[in-house]
């Protein structure tokens, strides 16, 4: 491999565009050009890694598992912003007024489990859910604390400003990217798929969404549009028409050509070239996001609406064999409730959480796929206590809380119909032992079989431990802590 490194075309794949490694749906289709397509025989689609997969393959059989796979997939459903703990799943009922807010909790399937009278298809399918209720870490900033989140490891180099806290190579890789960094496939199926948006809002894009220090070769599938909007078609990933089967298969000839070259290291470029062309013609992922397939009926269970559709295209994705499946349920700050609090959860935000979840796991649980299938539903942090008035505003909310929050798992191992750990009266920290987001990172490699304390390496050759969370074994024992 050091011997391809000087050639021009590695160098000029070395430094492709990202633009050839994310699919962004916008309506009517995504064109690849026919020079990106010949790029691609030994580079990248959509975040699948083509360089350095030999290497990374031979990295994942060395690094092994820790114990037996629970999952083959996971879905991560990352209320963006942060929920309110005491307005969702950690009400309390008897705590002072400026501090329970408007909501009443009732009471679920769940023998002295209660949660949010606005999620009530929930409450009547707890008994595939597990609260945990001592979520904790002490990062109040909503940029570093949601790159814990999705990738397991506290952010490196964390700095005051959020400016300076940005999307780049120095973060953490996300939870697909370690698995691809460990676990890379060559069966046209990515490692993972981010829907319906990336976390951008302004100058800022939120750090952690992609393979980070791993490099872009690992980065996740990116879907950037809403599964609801009538424009969302399975012809936008379809290749451009004049890109047929036989071209398809003139490119294969030509690259076989050139492998056969004296200049060409012929075992491992012909190998990626397979990888390529395997990429180009799978149509197993693109029949998944053919979600105008799904019956009305199933469509409107779900929702109309962003979060419904999101997770009818999670379905689908799992199903196809997409081991990871991030979906970012609002924009960066839907949860963000500051101003309006009670008004957001209850007009906007609980009622479609509540609606596709439960279809989600309805449709899961019948299918068979819930067991094999670890289902999280996470915020970067929870609300204040107290209930708060920004300047200015005229309807109260709450402010970022990180000392306490509620975190919520199903499905994949996890034994449901349980609470997990407790706040305080006030839901304002915990009174029994504490979990944090490296812990949920640990939790979900686990449950696909990877040993998070795995070694990794950076660009420059540097090893660096995946994470350094522990299990939530109280998830899958029914141990109440």
């Known amino acids: 491999m050091s011997r391809l490194k000087g050639l021009p075309w590695y160098t000029a794949?070395?430094?492709?565009?990202?633009?050839?490694?994310?699919?962004?749906?916008?309506?009517p289709t995504l064109r690849l050009h026919r020079r990106n397509c010949l790029q691609l025989g030994c580079s990248t689609l959509a975040g699948i890694a083509l360089p350095q997969l030999l290497a990374a393959r031979a990295q994942g059989a060395a690094a092994g598992a820790s114990g037996r796979p629970r999952a083959k997939s996971?879905?991560?459903?990352?209320?963006?912003?942060?929920?309110?703990?005491?307005?969702?799943?950690?009400?309390?009922?008897?705590?002072?007024?400026?501090?329970?807010?408007?909501f009443k909790p009732i009471d679920t399937q769940t023998l002295g489990v209660q949660i949010c009278e606005h999620l009530p298809l929930l409450a009547a399918r707890s008994d595939h859910l597990a609260i945990v209720r001592s979520m904790?870490?002490?990062?109040?900033?909503?940029?570093?604390?949601?790159?814990?989140?999705?990738?397991?490891?506290?952010?490196?180099?964390?700095?005051?400003?959020?400016?300076?806290?940005?999307?780049?190579?120095?973060?953490?890789?996300?939870?697909?990217?370690?698995?691809?960094?460990?676990?890379?496939?060559?069966?046209?199926i990515p490692n993972g798929v981010t829907l319906?948006?990336?976390?951008?809002?302004?100058?800022?894009?939120?750090?952690?969404?992609?393979?980070?220090?791993?490099?872009?070769?690992?980065?996740?599938?990116?879907?950037?549009?809403?599964?609801?909007?009538?424009?969302?078609?399975?012809?936008?990933?379809?290749?451009?028409?004049?890109?047929?089967?036989?071209?398809?298969?003139?490119?294969?000839?030509?690259?076989?050509?050139?492998?056969?070259?004296?200049?060409?290291?012929?075992?491992v470029f012909a190998e990626q070239q397979e990888l390529a062309m395997t990429l180009l013609t799978s149509g197993k992922v693109t029949e998944a996001f053919r979600i105008d397939r799904e019956p009305d009926p199933v469509r409107d269970r779900y929702g109309r609406h962003m979060f419904g559709q999101s997770l009818l295209l999670?379905?689908?994705?799992?199903?196809?064999?997409?081991?990871?499946?991030?979906?970012?349920?609002?924009?960066?700050?839907?949860?963000?409730?500051?101003?309006?609090?009670?008004?957001?959860?209850?007009?906007q935000l609980l009622p479609p959480l509540d609606r596709g979840l439960a279809a989600l796991l309805d449709d899961l649980a019948a299918s068979g796929l819930l067991d094999e299938t670890l289902i999280v539903a996470t915020g970067e942090f929870?609300?204040?206590?107290?209930?708060?008035?920004l300047p200015g505003a005229t309807i109260p909310g709450r402010d970022h809380w990180a000392p306490v929050y509620s975190a919520v798992f199903a499905g994949g191992g996890v034994r449901g119909g349980q609470a997990i750990g407790r706040s305080d009266k006030q839901a304002a920290f915990p009174v029994t032992r504490s979990f944090r987001p490296e812990d949920?990172?640990?939790?979900?490699?686990?449950?696909?079989?990877?040993?998070?304390?795995?070694?990794?390496?950076?660009?420059?050759?540097r090893p660096l431990r995946l994470n350094a969370g522990e299990p939530i074994e109280a998830l899958f024992s029914g141990s109440a802590v």
């Open 136 to 188: 904790s870490h002490g990062d109040y900033s909503h940029l570093p604390a949601t790159h814990t989140t999705i990738t397991g490891m506290p952010m490196p180099n964390r700095r005051a400003s959020d400016l300076e806290n940005v999307l780049s190579r120095r973060d953490w890789p996300c939870y697909a990217a370690g698995l691809d960094y460990l676990h890379p496939r060559n069966d046209g």
């Open 74 to 102: 996971v879905i991560l459903l990352l209320l963006t912003g942060g929920a309110a703990q005491q307005d969702t799943f950690d009400l309390k009922p008897d705590a002072p007024e400026a501090v329970r807010g408007d």
């Open 314 to 347: 999670a379905r689908r994705l799992v199903e196809a064999g997409v081991p990871i499946v991030q979906c970012n349920m609002g924009i960066v700050q839907s949860w963000d409730t500051h101003v309006d609090n009670f008004g957001r959860l209850k007009n």
């Open 382 to 389: 929870g609300r204040t206590p107290k209930i708060s008035m």
């Open 196 to 267: 319906p948006h990336r976390l951008i809002e302004g100058p800022l894009t939120w750090p952690g969404q992609y393979a980070g220090l791993l490099g872009a070769s690992h980065d996740p599938w990116e879907i950037n549009h809403d599964p609801n909007d009538p424009k969302f078609r399975v012809d936008s990933l379809a290749l451009p028409t004049e890109l047929n089967g036989q071209r398809i298969g003139d490119r294969r000839a030509l690259w076989e050509r050139i492998g056969r070259e004296p200049l060409a290291d012929t075992a």
């Open 440 to 461: 949920i990172g640990a939790t979900i490699y686990r449950a696909l079989g990877v040993d998070a304390s795995a070694e990794v390496r950076d660009s420059l050759g």
């Open 13 to 27: 794949i070395e430094s492709l565009p990202r633009r050839i490694r994310t699919l962004s749906l916008r309506a």
